[in-house]
């Protein structure tokens, strides 16, 4: 039996019905029973047979985490070390989603996950602590970095952008800061792969979609589609802009693309191209041409 914690949010909601049409095993839980209360943990995994848990829950509010340094701390920190203690505690491995903004973004080339953290804001300050403490409490335990995650169970950049650019004849979109764009759907089947392998290996591991482009490059991809599909239905014009154009709370990283060679040779994941991908996305959710949600 796996424990899927934070089934409602983005990526769980994507993993609960992906592990439905697989005929995986699994209980989920979100905010009712929280992560921040190790007697609540035990108490729901008691009688259970937990084997597995996957944790997708986290606070990733990245700007707003530089006001609620404690909240987010408690979310991405203590709340995962309770997992981690818990797993270890019944004998069964843990997979702790994480993210880029463990490190600084001075790269230039794909970060290997060997490479020191560096984290710059709180919020991936409190995810590479996250990281260590699921690391240190339990001995089967992986770490699963991702980035730019989008899907059609939340708020996202895709989303965003789609509206914008219904409402606006343009707008402004940073094309200075370099990653990889990753699909949920993706993302979730890289999970599954993990779950249901017979050879665990643990430790950290990357996964985002393959190549490489700025938030502009995925706007105008985003645009192009929408067009396409009918979903904007007069152009918009897409400018790029510098960071310092685009002032945030917190700092993005400048360069945040993953090397995902480790988890393609430990479990034979596929890596979709990032455009592939989004394509894929665009006709799986806008399948109506002209009519999004």
Not at 49 to 66: L, P, Q
Not at 147 to 173: C, D, Q
Not at 215 to 234: K, N, P
Request: charged share 25%; with cysteine.
């Amino acid at each position: 039996m796996i424990w899927l914690v934070g089934n409602r949010g983005m990526l769980g909601t994507e993993l609960s019905l992906l592990f439905e049409r697989e005929g995986v095993e699994f209980v989920g839980t979100d905010r009712e029973v929280s992560i921040l209360d190790p007697a609540a943990l035990e108490a729901f995994a008691a009688g259970k047979g937990i084997s597995g848990i996957v944790n997708c829950a986290a606070y990733t509010a990245v700007d707003k985490a530089e006001d609620e340094p404690e909240l987010c701390r408690a979310l991405n920190v203590d709340g995962p070390a309770n997992l981690a203690r818990l797993a270890k505690n019944v004998g069964a491995w843990i997979l702790h989603i994480s993210t880029d903004y463990v490190f600084d973004g001075t790269g230039d080339r794909p970060y290997l996950e060997s490479d020191p953290v560096a984290p710059t804001g709180v919020y991936g300050m409190t995810k590479a602590d996250g990281e260590r403490q699921v690391l240190e409490n339990c001995a089967k335990s992986a770490v699963l970095r991702t980035a730019w995650l989008y899907g059609a169970h939340g708020p996202n950049f895709v989303a965003t952008m789609l509206r914008l650019m219904k409402e606006r004849p343009s707008i402004g979109v940073v094309a200075d800061q370099k990653g990889t764009p990753t699909w949920a759907a993706d993302l979730a089947r890289a999970i599954l792969a993990i779950a249901r392998s017979g050879r665990k290996r643990y430790g950290v591991y990357h996964f985002t979609n393959s190549g490489e482009t700025t938030w502009h490059g995925f706007a105008t991809e985003i645009h192009r589609l929408g067009r396409e599909y009918g979903i904007i239905e007069r152009d918009c014009e897409v400018k790029p802009l510098r960071t310092d154009e685009y002032p945030t709370k917190a700092r993005r990283p400048a360069y945040s693309v993953l090397s995902k060679e480790k988890i393609k040779a430990d479990y034979a994941v596929e890596v979709p191209d990032w455009k592939r991908s989004l394509s894929e996305y665009f006709s799986v959710t806008y399948r109506n041409v002209g009519t999004s949600r």
